[in-house]
């Protein structure tokens, strides 16, 4: 063992693994997304090129497992990465909407994809199967959602840490799960379910835009410097890597808006897939230079300072 991780402590070594654990988590989204784009059958095994039309759309696929599974792990490594300044703040709240970006999933309407799972009319539409997991998964959120909260507020009374950035994460957790359930089991709203968040339409998009809209605000805060005493001030050139980040990312949502709303325009090529994809890589190559910049940071001051 090097000298170095001889001298580091545990907590100093699990950020260092959780922000590479964030790399890695988009590999293996971008990973599977290429496999079924190549794999027309897995059983038994057939080749050909039958691109996926978004990134999401490999919840109704083979892949599955490995897109919600994906969507799970970056969830809890964002809400791993404590602390309390305001990009950790804006972390939690995206680890609120990464698991329903997994649950409540996108609709099929593309004809490719009727093919293998029609939709009753050419509308979109989610499978009968898909459907009722969309709402045992609905059903665990909002469960374990009151259950983290509550968890979370005897640690703080308990500890006497009071923490004004958790207590906003918990009511923006409370108010969503609290939204979506009703969306998902109220009768008087539940009958386009995913497809019933007025004025948006799909509950999937909504939650991806929030997530990496969410997202966006946090290399801006890293490019204007270090964040806590103590922490490994960005290079001028890091800096820069943010700020480009940060204003891609604004760019690529627009245009995935534009790609959902205007689908018929753009016709075979496939806008959102792309959009999805560049978003998925800023936010890849935003975690890798947060991995290089930060490799030597000590114990974050927020963990170990008393709460305000």
Same mark, same amino acid.
């Given at each position: 063992m090097?000298?170095?991780?001889v001298s580091?402590?545990?907590?100093?070594? &699990?950020h260092?693994?959780?922000?590479l654990?964030?790399?890695?988590?988009?590999?293996?989204?971008?990973?599977?997304?290429?496999?079924?784009?190549?794999?027309? /059958?897995?059983?038994?095994?057939?080749?050909?090129w039958?691109p996926?039309?978004?990134?999401?759309?490999?919840?109704?696929?083979?892949?599955?497992?490995?897109? =919600?599974?994906?969507?799970?792990?970056?969830?809890?490594?964002l809400?791993?990465?404590?602390?309390?300044?305001?990009? =950790?703040?804006?972390?939690?709240?995206?680890?609120?909407?990464?698991?329903?970006?997994?649950?409540?999933?996108?609709?099929?309407?593309?004809?490719?994809?009727?093919?293998?799972?029609?939709?009753?009319?050419?509308?979109?539409?989610?499978?009968?199967?898909?459907?009722?997991?969309?709402?045992?998964?609905?059903?665990a959120?909002a469960?374990?959602?009151?259950?983290?909260?509550?968890?979370?507020?005897? /640690?703080?009374?308990?500890t006497? &840490?009071?923490?004004?950035?958790?207590?906003?994460?918990?009511?923006?957790a409370?108010?969503t799960?609290?939204?979506?359930?009703?969306?998902?089991?109220l009768?008087?709203?539940?009958?386009?379910?995913?497809?019933?968040f007025?004025?948006?339409?799909?509950?999937?998009?909504v939650v991806?835009?929030?997530f990496?809209?969410?997202?966006?605000?946090?290399?801006?805060?890293?490019?204007g410097?270090?964040?806590?005493?103590?922490?490994?001030?960005? =290079?001028?050139?890091?800096?820069?890597?943010?700020?480009?980040?940060?204003?891609?990312?604004?760019?690529?949502?627009?245009?995935?808006?534009?790609?959902v709303?205007?689908?018929?325009?753009?016709?075979?090529?496939?806008?959102?897939?792309i959009?999805?994809?560049?978003?998925?890589?800023?936010?890849?190559?935003?975690?890798?230079?947060?991995?290089?910049?930060?490799?030597?940071?000590?114990?974050?001051p927020?963990?170990?300072?008393s709460?305000?």
């Open positions: 090097a000298a170095d991780d580091t402590t545990t907590g100093q070594r &699990t260092r693994y959780l922000r654990a964030l790399v890695l988590v988009v590999f293996a989204l971008l990973v599977a997304v290429s496999l079924q784009s190549v794999v027309v /059958i897995w059983q038994p095994l057939q080749f050909g039958h996926l039309p978004s990134i999401s759309h490999a919840y109704h696929t083979p892949v599955r497992d490995v897109f =919600t599974g994906a969507l799970i792990a970056a969830s809890v490594a809400l791993a990465l404590s602390g309390r300044n305001r990009a =950790t703040t804006l972390l939690d709240i995206c680890a609120v909407f990464a698991p329903l970006i997994a649950i409540v999933p996108t609709g099929i309407a593309d004809t490719r994809a009727q093919d293998h799972l029609p939709c009753p009319s050419a509308t979109e539409c989610v499978p009968a199967g898909a459907l009722e997991s969309a709402k045992a998964g609905v059903a959120y469960i374990v959602v009151v259950a983290t909260v509550i968890v979370t507020a005897v /640690i703080r009374v308990r006497r &840490t009071p923490n004004r950035s958790a207590v906003l994460v918990s009511v923006i409370l108010a799960a609290s939204v979506v359930t009703a969306l998902a089991f009768p008087s709203l539940n009958q386009s379910f995913p497809f019933n007025w004025p948006v339409h799909s509950i999937h998009f991806t835009l929030a990496f809209g969410v997202f966006s605000a946090v290399p801006i805060l890293y490019a410097g270090p964040l806590e005493p103590g922490e490994t001030p960005p =290079t001028p050139r890091q800096r820069s890597i943010y700020r480009w980040i940060a204003g891609l990312l604004i760019v690529d949502l627009l245009f995935l808006a534009a790609a709303l205007f689908r018929q325009v753009f016709g075979e090529t496939p806008a959102v897939l959009g999805e994809i560049v978003a998925l890589l800023l936010f890849a190559w935003f975690w890798l230079m947060q991995t290089f910049q930060r490799w030597n940071d000590a114990n974050p927020s963990i170990l300072a709460g305000r």
